[in-house]
């Protein structure tokens, strides 16, 4: 694999091979993370990536766009079907891309936004002082109650009316409960604010039917195609017909310049595999899988935030065990098992250490994995954090994620 690359430059082909044997033999457990399929891959390696698209499909700034327009017709098109919108801009780089052109399509900067606390969940471009959302907008935070570790509707309500933002942007990171979507809405309306709800993580599952859609409720949608969606890494906007003009605008223009068209046509790719009937029949394992998954793991003396999940994501906390997240991270990556360390809400840990990890099913279950290999996995991932000092048991571990990992291949055939 890689034939010209391990030709040409030697030192990036080793990095590359090193990266494809780590995706296949890791229990990859991060939850925005997943493997996207062959037919995906093949539209991001293609040479759509040479055409310069800036414009919109039969409104571009460059000749030739022939047959690009009708891969991003397509991509268009299909992103309206999965999640019934009346509209979608396929063309946004990243979510938080995608999320930039929101917030500049309703309000200004100066203005003020409400997002869920990143302590709780939130993401950085829901007012993260370093992010753009951070500086160009007051941001107010929504919270998770600290009894149930769910969102607190009745306190958003009160600071809505007390703070009167402009804008709310609903969605997370890391919360593994549904959301209200109606409600938000009930309350945003009250005060003639603007939704913008951001699916990122839960994409996929709305796709498939398993999850509330927001659809219907958001003045705009925002979400990447690289989560639960398992497409390439991109990002994507959902609107209301009346904001079709401004959304697309605000993109370009507004923030981006040429369309990355092989990174469309793959999205072209991932909404036609989300909108088949097997689609469903993955995102249903995820969410079996993750329910399964959190049972296990709390069965083991660890404590699973809210209790458990309603979509394909849980956040641990450690506590129970003494562990931090920096520590369970650290063993958990000697070991072949792939996590990140999380806040939990109201964390005593500094956000470089947490007391928690949050993990995911979406890759583990494209890779094939059931119920059964759930427990398996959690018994892995306690024996490594209980061994967390001993790196020969680290190791050891690792050659058993090792075994585990072959029986499920990432892509046939496509292993060297
Ligand atoms: C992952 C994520 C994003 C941003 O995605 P990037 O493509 O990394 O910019 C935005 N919002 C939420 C809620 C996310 O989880």
Redesign the pocket.
């Known amino acids: 694999m890689y034939n010209e690359v391990r030709k040409y430059d030697p030192q990036l082909y080793a990095a590359m091979q090193g990266e494809v044997l780590r995706q296949q033999q890791n229990l990859e457990l991060i939850a ?1 993370e997943n493997y996207t399929s062959k037919a995906v891959l093949e539209a991001l390696g293609s040479v759509l990536t040479n055409k310069y698209a800036e414009g919109y499909p039969g409104k571009r700034y460059y000749g030739g766009c022939e047959h690009v327009d009708v891969a991003e017709k397509l991509a268009i098109d299909r992103a309206k079907q999965l999640f019934g919108a009346d509209h979608a801009n396929v063309q946004p ?7 930039i052109a929101a917030y500049l399509s309703l309000i200004n900067p100066g203005d003020t936004v409400m997002g869920l606390n990143l302590d709780h969940g ?5 007012g993260h002082p370093l992010n753009f959302s951070g500086r160009y907008f007051k941001i107010i935070k929504m919270n998770v109650s600290k009894d149930t570790e769910l969102l607190d509707y009745d306190e958003m309500e009160k600071l809505i009316e007390k703070e009167r933002p402009k804008l709310i942007m609903a ?4 919360y593994s409960r549904q959301w209200d979507w109606a409600r938000i809405k009930r309350a945003a309306d009250v005060w003639k604010c603007f939704l913008v709800t ?4 839960y994409a996929g599952l709305i796709a498939a039917g398993i999850y509330p859609s927001p659809v219907e409720y958001a003045d705009i949608v ?3 195609t ?2 639960t969606l398992r497409g390439p ?3 994507l906007i959902l609107s209301k017909a009346c904001y079709a003009k401004s959304v697309d605008r605000t993109n370009f223009p507004g923030n981006q310049g040429g369309p990355l068209m092989h990174a469309v046509a793959a999205k072209a790719v991932c909404f036609k595999e989300a909108l088949e009937p097997s689609f469903k029949t993955y995102q249903t394992q995820v969410l079996n899988n993750a329910r399964k998954l959190a049972a296990e793991i709390q069965a083991r003396g660890y404590r699973i935030v809210s209790g458990g999940t309603d979509c394909h994501l849980m956040s641990v906390d450690l506590r129970p065990k003494n562990v931090t997240g920096k520590e369970a991270e650290i063993a958990l990556d000697k070991a072949g098992i792939t996590v990140n360390k999380n806040m939990i809400p109201y964390d005593p840990q500094k956000a470089m250490v947490t007391s928690g990890i949050r993990v995911g099913t979406p890759a583990i279950t494209t890779r094939g994995m059931v119920e059964k290999d759930m427990a398996v996995i959690a018994g892995l991932m306690d024996e490594a954090i209980t061994a967390r000092a001993d790196d020969k048991a680290l190791k050891a571990i690792k050659e058993q994620v090792k075994a585990l990992c072959a029986g499920f291949p990432m892509y046939p055939g496509f292993e060297n």
Not at 198 to 201: K, P, Q, V
Request: hydrophobic share 15%.
């Open positions: 925005s780089h990243s979510g938080t891309q995608a999320n939130g993401h950085l471009s829901h969605g997370a990171s890391n951001d699916i990122a993580h925002t979400t990447t690289h989560k890494r991109g990002g």
